[in-house]
């Protein structure tokens, strides 16, 4: 079975690089990205926080809440990042960037 997005879904954007690494998709972070990130993992910490029921409670759920939400908000900036990268999210400022190191 092939997992490979790029083999089912064209590209709406140019291609940058079909298969990212790791260190140039977090690279590519824009400012954007890294709010979202902040954004995600903050409103988890609190909603952890106000989740736990008993007073014991509150602070490994709000460490627990905060960890899933530094995860899923690291993994958002990564999509995005990645998406814009393989041309599949607007990506105007990384084909002009690109563009520049190649000359």
Do not use: C, H, W
Not at 85 to 91: A, E, Q, S, V, W
Request: avoid cysteine.
């Amino acid at each position: 079975m092939n997992t490979d997005i790029t083999a089912s879904v064209k590209p709406e954007y140019p291609v940058i690089d079909r298969n990212p690494p790791f260190t140039k998709v977090v690279g590519n972070f824009k400012t954007l990205d890294y709010l979202r990130f902040v954004t995600l993992t903050g409103v988890s910490v609190t909603v952890g926080y106000l989740s736990g029921i008993k007073p014991g409670l509150k602070g490994p759920s709000m460490v627990t809440g905060g960890l899933i939400g530094l995860m899923g908000g690291f993994m958002y900036a990564y999509q995005n990042s990645a998406g814009r990268l393989m041309g599949f999210f607007p990506n105007e400022d990384e084909v002009a960037r690109y563009q520049k190191r190649e000359f």
